[in-house]
């Protein structure tokens, strides 16, 4: 049986720390790598730099997850305000629209089942076809999140909150889709925003 001395315990100790600052490089190279093929490269890698993704496919379930997220938040915030306000008002239908959108959006958002990288890719291209809006059906589409609460931003007495919170939710869909191309065709195809401007 083999005694460990002081001097292999250093060197079993520095290679163990290079492994493990090694991994934490990796982890934001990915986040660079991948950030930098969308709109706001800088805006993605802030959404993004907490995630510990090591590879395209689980950095766009983080984006995923950071836009159902905010989508949720102002969800909250529209069905508040519209609590507010008297019934079926301009007002009120407007946050009620602006609410029914984001619950929208946050049930699409989902994960997919099964946990398996087929169910997992089929899941993410079910999001982009949700929030990239192609030119030939952008007029017969129901909802567009670019738009969903569009009404109550124009509006001079909608909440700093929920503007807020609809502002955010915007950003984050101005990456997603160059995210969420990469995961699921291994590139992306582009560099301009996917989603109507």
């Known amino acids: 049986m083999a005694i460990a001395t002081p001097r ?3 060197i079993i100790m520095f290679v163990l720390l290079v ?11 990915i986040v660079k790598e991948t950030c930098a093929k969308t709109p706001q490269p800088s805006y993605c890698e802030q959404l993004l730099k907490s995630s510990s993704a090591s590879d395209a496919r689980a950095l766009a379930q ?6 159902s997220k905010a989508a949720t938040e102002a969800a909250t915030a529209a069905k508040a ?13 407007c946050m009620d ?31 982009l076809d949700f929030i990239v809006v ?7 589409k129901d909802w567009e999140w670019k738009w969903s609460c569009n009404e109550c931003k124009a509006d001079p007495t909608a909440p700093a909150g929920l503007v807020a919170k609809n502002k955010e939710f915007d950003k984050i869909m ?3 889709p160059a995210i969420i191309k990469q995961a699921v065709e291994g590139k992306d195809n582009s560099t301009k925003s996917a989603t109507k401007s």
């Open 134 to 140: 192609d030119e030939d059906v952008e007029k017969s």
């Open 62 to 67: 983080a984006g995923v997850a950071a836009a």
């Open 81 to 93: 305000e519209r609590d507010k306000l008297p019934n079926n008002k301009t007002q009120w239908r």
């Open 97 to 127: 629209s602006c609410a029914s959108g984001f619950d929208e959006a946050t049930n699409k958002f989902k994960p997919a089942a099964g946990g398996n990288a087929t169910g997992v890719d089929a899941g993410l291209t079910d999001v």
């Open 8 to 10: 292999s315990s250093l």
């Open 174 to 176: 101005e990456v997603l």
């Open 19 to 29: 492994s493990s600052a090694s991994l934490v490089v990796d982890g934001g190279s």
